[in-house]
């Protein structure tokens, strides 16, 4: 088999992990501006209860999946509404912000160990069917991940830019005031984007239990380093931007693993060092394509 | 030997040979803040009177390390329960007290400093691991003898004279994977490690040694830990075809390259794994996924033969319920085992020496210890020990984890048990023993 070829599949099936939590991550960017360190505690928690209601509950994987974005969006909401509006409503800068969410991670990260302990815990899922085509191979277990995935990024395009809501988002995300003096509901509409992002959050938390096979109270907070990668080479705050992001990160670390399986995090990080340098804009800024601010409702 | 106990003891970290597990973007943060009430020296957990000896326990007991702190504890509790009963040391109760080194070295310095200036009569250390390099040399400048369980090589020649160690290096650790291998006919090898400090102290060593006996190392994977995927590298490992797999893991990491080598052809090679493999996080996170496909020995430091030293260490577990949760969980963990006989060693030299002065006693701790001597009284419990010095006997302690020997740079060396696992019972059966002889003769040999 070819190896490059090989990893160019794995790649799409990373990228579409990595693609849920950078879109969500990026929503949340885009209209609030917070930089949220928390955002991968939060898919630590999604991914736990996937685990409680698949494994524990035996309500079976869907449910788990299902419940997974619901504690994703209660989470999401409830931060956004309790923690950093009450912060920025004070008048707190994009560093306290930054501290306040790395306090609150800390906390939901510790509040996991509390409750479920030291440890690692699985679905037991056995990967399934291996289909080989174009020189790759997958399991049905990762076409379960690609389709959720692909379905996810489907249902946040189509809504952002389809639905009054989305425009909305995009409207408030791009100017909150003047949205607002044209009638749009601001409070709504973020508490909405955050809603739409906690679930994605929640979704790529269980997209990642699942691939990774087991995960622990800190393997959302390991993965959010590629996350953010993903998020800030696509464009911060643009939801396109971060899936392409994602597919860039996703195949050039399974590419990299083919020269030096160490260097993957390296290659991650020196895409994300290049992109800040070259074009801190993100890549669809470079094509001039799509972007909040340019969306008139 | 039934591992289905959580033995927690080296976890992901080998004898948490590095900041193994933390390499990861925020653990380190979550060390420096988890939990602010826990930080520093935590509460004394045994009899507090002025005449009570102090064992310190620095090791995290918050952040992602937390679980060792408990680990510790519970080797020394047990020890001290055992040394309380009979007597204590030289008139003295004996306990334990907990005083966090937290999961990150830059705060274990602070930590260190605090446990030093106000834990009073600290006579000896159970500690520190990870953080050894920046804080055993401020131990030792008080003259107080500590028990480590980092596993690194810098240790390896130890000049210290107050620094311990009865893990096994992970040097060693290398050197028995390539010995079974060859000696079980596996000449081809892949090996598949996190890059992490902690794992990357053993494939060196493993590599000259399994060339060394004639072996042929096919491919070196060193991945970075804790990825969503290894399918290329799992790929490349069985596309080798090698008779054996050798491997150290964290239990996420293992489980989704396990998972994936699966992936490739729908089965595994032998598969030579380290201690880590042997613990319930490990087992808990790959057995799921690879169920009776993994065909795994583990080369684990112990002696198969149960001692009554490790029958005492078993028991005094059982009695400490209060203090720390859930202790039986370590009834087989070897760094726990490890502390539990260097408290025992320690105190057994405080009546050698006839002092509890940690600057007197300390050099009395390999006169405890050894080569068997001519008129020696093996021991195998600090009440069998006080009695024989008592009658003015030379003793050789014979502890859980069998007879420890202290070479010149303070390194025990114990016996290396081989576990096959039985996936489906979660169980391990011993199928063998590197004895210590042969683990002296592997020590001398070059890496």
């Given at each position: 088999?070819?190896?490059?070829?090989?990893?160019l599949g794995y790649g799409v099936v990373s990228a579409s992990i990595i693609a849920m939590g950078a879109v969500g991550f990026s929503l949340q960017y885009g209209m609030s501006q917070i930089f949220n360190v928390s955002y991968g505690?939060m898919m630590?928690v999604s991914a736990?209860a996937a685990?409680?209601?698949?494994?524990?509950?035996?309500?079976?994987?869907w449910l788990g999946i299902a419940g997974a974005g619901a504690t994703g969006c209660l989470l999401a909401v409830a931060s956004e509404r309790?923690l950093f509006t009450?912060?920025l409503?004070?008048?707190?800068?994009a560093?306290?912000i930054v501290?306040?969410s790395?306090?609150?991670?800390?906390?939901?990260?510790?509040?996991?160990?509390?409750?479920?302990?030291?440890?690692?815990?699985?679905?037991?899922?056995?990967?399934?069917?291996?289909?080989?085509?174009?020189?790759?191979?997958w399991?049905?277990?990762q076409f379960v991940l690609v389709g959720i995935s692909i379905a996810a990024m489907l249902f946040v395009g189509l809504t952002m830019t389809k639905t009054k809501l989305g425009k909305a988002m995009r409207a408030t995300a791009a100017d909150p005031e003047l949205a607002g003096s044209c009638g749009i509901k601001v409070r709504r509409s973020t508490t909405l984007t955050w809603a739409l992002s906690g679930i994605l959050c929640g979704l790529g938390g269980v997209a990642l239990g699942i691939s990774?096979?087991?995960?622990?109270?800190?393997?959302g907070?390991?993965f959010l380093f590629v996350v953010f990668a993903a998020a800030v080479i696509g464009g911060l705050g643009n939801a396109y931007g971060a899936v392409l992001g994602a597919l860039v990160i996703g195949i050039t670390t399974e590419?990299?693993?083919?020269?030096?399986?160490?260097?993957?995090?390296?290659?991650a990080?020196?895409i994300l060092?290049f992109m800040l340098?070259a074009r801190p804009g993100g890549l669809i800024r470079l094509g001039g394509r799509v972007r909040a601010d340019t969306v008139t409702v | 030997?039934?591992?289905?106990?959580?033995?927690?003891?080296?976890?992901?970290?080998?004898?948490?040979?590095?900041?193994?597990?933390?390499?990861?973007?925020?653990?380190?943060?979550?060390?420096?803040?988890?939990?602010?009430?826990?930080?520093?020296?935590?509460?004394?957990?045994?009899?507090?009177?002025?005449?009570?000896?102090?064992?310190?326990?620095?090791?995290?007991?918050?952040?992602?390390?937390?679980?060792?702190?408990?680990?510790?504890?519970?080797?020394?509790?047990?020890?001290?329960?055992?040394?309380?009963?009979?007597?204590?040391?030289?008139?003295?109760?004996?306990?334990?007290?907990?005083?966090?080194?937290?999961?990150?070295?830059?705060?274990?310095?602070?930590?260190?400093?605090?446990?030093?200036?106000?834990?009073?009569?600290?006579?000896?250390?159970?500690?520190?691991?990870?953080?050894?390099?920046?804080?055993?040399?401020?131990?030792?400048?008080?003259?107080?003898?500590?028990?480590?369980?980092?596993?690194?090589?810098?240790?390896?020649?130890?000049?210290?004279?107050?620094?311990?160690?009865?893990?096994?290096?992970?040097?060693?650790?290398?050197?028995?994977?390539?010995?079974?291998?060859?000696?079980?006919?596996?000449?081809?090898?892949?090996?598949?490690?996190?890059?992490?400090?902690?794992?990357?102290?053993?494939?060196?060593?493993?590599?000259?040694?399994?060339?060394?006996?004639?072996?042929?190392?096919?491919?070196?994977?060193?991945?970075?830990?804790?990825?969503p995927?290894?399918?290329?590298?799992?790929?490349?490992?069985?596309?080798?075809?090698?008779?054996?797999?050798?491997?150290?893991?964290?239990?996420?990491?293992?489980?989704?390259?396990?998972?994936?080598?699966?992936?490739?052809?729908?089965?595994?090679?032998?598969?030579?794994?380290?201690?880590?493999?042997?613990?319930?996080?490990?087992?808990?996170?790959?057995?799921?996924?690879?169920?009776?496909?993994?065909?795994?020995?583990?080369?684990?430091?112990?002696?198969?033969?149960?001692?009554?030293?490790?029958?005492?260490?078993?028991?005094?577990?059982?009695?400490?319920?209060?203090?720390?949760?859930?202790?039986?969980?370590?009834?087989?963990?070897?760094?726990?085992?490890?502390?539990?006989?260097?408290?025992?060693?320690?105190?057994?030299?405080?009546?050698?020496?006839?002092?509890?002065?940690?600057?007197?006693?300390?050099?009395?701790?390999?006169?405890?210890?050894?080569?068997?001597?001519?008129?020696?009284?093996?021991?195998?419990?600090?009440?069998?020990?006080?009695?024989?010095?008592?009658?003015?006997?030379?003793?050789?302690?014979?502890?859980?984890?069998?007879?420890?020997?202290?070479?010149?740079?303070?390194?025990?060396?114990?016996?290396?048990?081989?576990?096959?696992?039985?996936?489906?019972?979660?169980?391990?059966?011993?199928?063998?023993?590197?004895?210590?002889?042969?683990?002296?003769?592997?020590?001398?040999?070059?890496?």
């Open positions: 088999m070819n190896l490059v070829v090989l990893a505690a630590t736990y685990y409680v209601v698949d494994v524990r509950l035996h309500a079976g994987l309790l009450p912060f409503r004070r008048g707190a800068t560093f306290v501290m306040v790395l306090a609150l991670d800390i906390f939901v990260q510790n509040a996991i160990v509390a409750v479920s302990g030291f440890g690692f815990v699985s679905y037991g899922l056995a990967p399934g069917h291996v289909y080989r085509f174009l020189g790759t191979d399991t049905s277990l990774s096979a087991s995960f622990s109270n800190l393997s907070d390991d590419e990299v693993a083919i020269v030096s399986p160490g260097l993957q995090d390296v290659a990080f020196a060092a340098l | 030997m039934n591992a289905s106990g959580p033995a927690y003891a080296r976890v992901m970290c080998g004898r948490m040979s590095g900041a193994r597990r933390r390499r990861r973007l925020f653990a380190a943060v979550t060390a420096v803040a988890v939990v602010g009430g826990i930080a520093g020296t935590a509460a004394a957990t045994s009899r507090g009177s002025s005449s009570t000896l102090t064992v310190g326990v620095f090791e995290p007991f918050s952040g992602p390390d937390g679980l060792y702190g408990n680990v510790a504890l519970a080797g020394c509790l047990s020890a001290t329960k055992a040394i309380d009963a009979a007597g204590g040391v030289l008139g003295h109760q004996m306990g334990c007290t907990a005083a966090n080194s937290t999961s990150d070295p830059a705060d274990a310095v602070p930590a260190v400093n605090k446990m030093l200036s106000s834990v009073s009569n600290l006579v000896f250390v159970v500690g520190p691991g990870v953080p050894a390099p920046t804080t055993a040399p401020l131990i030792s400048a008080r003259h107080i003898p500590m028990i480590s369980a980092n596993g690194s090589p810098q240790y390896d020649q130890n000049q210290d004279p107050y620094f311990y160690r009865l893990v096994q290096p992970d040097s060693i650790t290398g050197k028995v994977l390539a010995y079974w291998a060859i000696k079980h006919g596996f000449k081809t090898a892949v090996g598949v490690f996190t890059n992490d400090a902690g794992s990357q102290t053993v494939p060196g060593p493993l590599a000259a040694a399994y060339k060394h006996f004639g072996g042929k190392m096919l491919k070196e994977l060193n991945v970075s830990p804790g990825r995927s290894y399918r290329i590298e799992a790929q490349e490992a069985i596309s080798a075809k090698p008779q054996v797999i050798f491997t150290e893991m964290d239990p996420q990491s293992a489980s989704t390259f396990w998972s994936e080598a699966l992936q490739v052809n729908g089965k595994l090679p032998p598969v030579l794994g380290t201690e880590e493999s042997t613990l319930n996080p490990w087992l808990s996170a790959v057995l799921p996924v690879v169920k009776n496909k993994l065909n795994l020995v583990a080369l684990k430091q112990s002696d198969p033969a149960p001692s009554l030293g490790l029958r005492l260490y078993q028991s005094g577990l059982r009695g400490i319920g209060s203090q720390v949760k859930n202790p039986t969980q370590f009834n087989v963990d070897t760094t726990s085992i490890a502390d539990f006989d260097g408290v025992t060693v320690a105190a057994l030299a405080m009546n050698a020496a006839k002092s509890t002065d940690p600057k007197t006693y300390q050099p009395y701790i390999t006169k405890v210890t050894g080569p068997l001597v001519k008129g020696a009284v093996i021991v195998h419990s600090y009440s069998q020990g006080v009695r024989a010095l008592r009658a003015g006997k030379t003793i050789r302690y014979f502890g859980a984890d069998g007879q420890i020997i202290f070479n010149q740079y303070h390194n025990g060396a114990a016996p290396s048990t081989a576990l096959k696992l039985n996936a489906v019972a979660r169980t391990f059966k011993a199928v063998g023993v590197v004895p210590v002889t042969e683990i002296a003769k592997l020590a001398a040999l070059k890496s």
